[in-house]
């Protein structure tokens, strides 16, 4: 549900007088920018002289461009932001012009400020007042536009692009919903005049949904549409392999939400880990870390190894790089690819700036004991002595050598004793066929139940009482506070 | 809400073998419901965080999946609080075996007898599952209560929506189309069944679309491997959290990747939707309409009551799901939108 202009030249206008603009105010809109170029300017809301003779106010795109920008015009001076933000062809942002009532004037996308631009705007007689849309290039859509007398905080604008009326007091809301829907939903009457004609578009996502994490970014891939990165293992056994250069230059913030690893596809029992880094070669920073197992060579696993608490700390302009470790000593070479959001993010996603690590960390997964008889427990073996902060676990890293057999691991918190079990998780092993992803078994809802200073130990019971059994683990975890 | 939890994760069956759990006679064709977690033994509400599948794989064929669905109800009158299916895991070399769902599956009474049916393409396969849960989450309750996991199956085609490849390595296919969504859904993923050893060792993406045929605009993208000769199978690539759509949307998908093969394969999209529900309070009486479920609050309730229910068709069939003192729940299959009247009379 929403709307977008049919031609060149058309646009919404109404009187737009009932905005007070020496007091404080916020006008918020969802736009989706067109793929041509525009000839001329792309506006996204004006107030003011649209004609550009008088003073305004302008949301919209420089002269014969792609971006968008905050500026005004004085009447003697045209001041704008020196950022610009560039929006992706086809994916809704959420825009807000919010001023203080003092001197700062915000340029907000997707609930994060981008520039203030430091203005008196009391001091600017404006003689025409009106609001406009469009006009010399309409390639967009545009949805839910609302005008506040008053200076909404991040948390209540974000709050507004979910919602389909207003939710703080509004002078006017248009919800711009289809073809004839120029109507101001508040008692005000603030109804929008049309020039030209029209049309219904796809509106923006929004979170109808409750309030359960969401996000409407898309998901990128690195690198896009070609094969991952090659990485040549290190001999040595968990020494790290040289950086390799997942991006060279990040061309936004990411929120890293995986890692797509293929490994080499020849040795077994492939225990690993690899780091993320950004920075200069020779100097990289890591920031994360991934684990997991690949069991066997005649069959493997696909490689998906989610972060269940995606990274918030890779910025824009960084190189991102990746290296691994791992058990055994072959050098065959893996692939490594990545999956991130830009910022900002619209939504409610649960992220930090924590990195992933493991227990144990660079070296070979835990070996619990097996159970004396069918599903009888094992004893607990000790994976932590003692956690040196709270933790979060996001997941686990099993690897189960037996014959056709389920298994449960129980994972406990107390001193020897005295375990009380947190999580207890479910494996079926097959003896010849991989399991899911590289034996990592994501937690979608991560354990907040681990305090500093715990003791974690696991124990393990399984299907059958014969052969060879045994159960290897590892925790993966961010330490709190995220 | 928080996914934050500090709900122990727990199994079902615990310390025991799996359930085994037949699929129908024919293709495609739901078995018959098995009980998994007998009335009265869970004596707090519960969600489904996932599960462990061990697949009859000399049965089924190379990247044939899987599918289950979950019912509440006495045996005989179970009702699906999954519907339609839930794709789990595939045959041959690449088998799915722990699947822990992106959002769990709510909306579970304590003392409630939860059943569960499959189906496959192959008929008659008695593959096993066992359940894990948690107690008590603290579910977002607009949300997880009205949702329903529905993986897009095509027609009688259980295995998914056909793709063939572009024979230019990283070239886009065409769209292929997977159903028009509703609004209040989300998008969780996509599963990718890969029948053939055409795609050996290679990496690639999944572009999910919205728009007209023709007109498709990239939602979101996700990237896997197939990691190994011979790998054949299905793989769940789920989004890092729900993809909300909130208006009426045709979603489609298309396909590139390494190599030139042009070998088809299949793919399944993963998502949710709510369905609004009212609490509607008369006479210190609420009934909430919930998927296939309906949910009368009050008080003096006994089992020994009689209950007739009628709806916009007339009068229904129910199981009882549960009732305690202050609290009935009845299933019901295929409640659609209208009015409904519970008689209650001792």
Known sequence: MAVALSTTNEFLLRDGSYLDTTAAFTITGWANQGATTPTGFRTYYNYGDGAGSDAYLYLGSDTNANNLRLAYWDGVDYVQTATAFSPVVGTYFYWA????????????????????????LSAITFPTTDDSVGGSWVDFSFALIGVFQSHLTLTQITAQSQSQIPLSTALAFTPLAFAADLDDVTANGEDWGLSGTLTAATGPSLAAIGDYPYTTNPLFSAPPAASGVTVT??????????WVTLVATTDAAWILTGLVVRPDNTNANEQFEIDVGVGAAASEVVVTTFRGTFLTTTTASPGILPAPIPLDNIGVGVRVAVRMRKQNASTNTWTVGA?????????NLLTSAKPQKSYPSSATDVLLTAGATAWASSTYTELVESTAT??????????????NSGWEVDLAIGTAGNE???QTVRAYHTGIQATDGPNFVPFRRPCD???????????TRSQIAIGTRQMYVALVYLEKPL | MSILTTAPLKVWPAAADSITVASGAGAGVLGAWVEIIPAGSILVPISIAGVCAELFVSALTNGQTTEIQFGLGTAGTEVSI??????????????????????????????ARLAMRSRTLSGNIPSKFALMYYESLDEDPTMLAHTTYAPYSNGSNINGASVTPSGTAWANSSWVEFIDLGASSALLGVGLSYASGAYDGIEYEVDLGAGDAGSEVVLTTLRGTFSN????????LWLPTVFPISDDTRIAFRLRKAGTSTTATTAHLLYVYAIPSEDIVIDGLSMLCDVGQLTINGSGFTDTMTIAVQGPSGVLAYSVISIAPTQIVLGIDNLVTGVYCVDLSA
């Open chain 1, 339 to 347: 999956q991130y959001y830009k910022k900002p993010l619209v939504g």
């Open chain 2, 82 to 111: 999954s519907d339609p299916l839930i794709v789990v895991a595939s045959a041959g070399n690449l088998i799915q075996e722990i699947q822990m769902f992106l959002v769990p599956i709510g909306g579970i009474p304590a003392g």
């Open chain 1, 420 to 422: 009380v079990v947190i």
């Open chain 1, 233 to 242: 293992p290190n001999a040595g056994s968990w020494a790290n392999s040289a």
């Open chain 1, 390 to 403: 709270a933790i979060v676990l996001v997941g686990m890293v099993i690897d189960i050598l037996s014959l």
């Open chain 2, 229 to 236: 000769i011979g790998v054949q199978g299905y793989m769940d």
């Open chain 1, 97 to 120: 012009m919010r001023y203080d009532g003092a001197s700062a004037f915000d340029f907000i996308i997707n609930g994060l400020v981008l520039e203030t631009l430091t203005v008196d």
């Open chain 1, 449 to 459: 139940s681990i305090p500093a200073a715990s003791r974690i130990a696991a124990r």
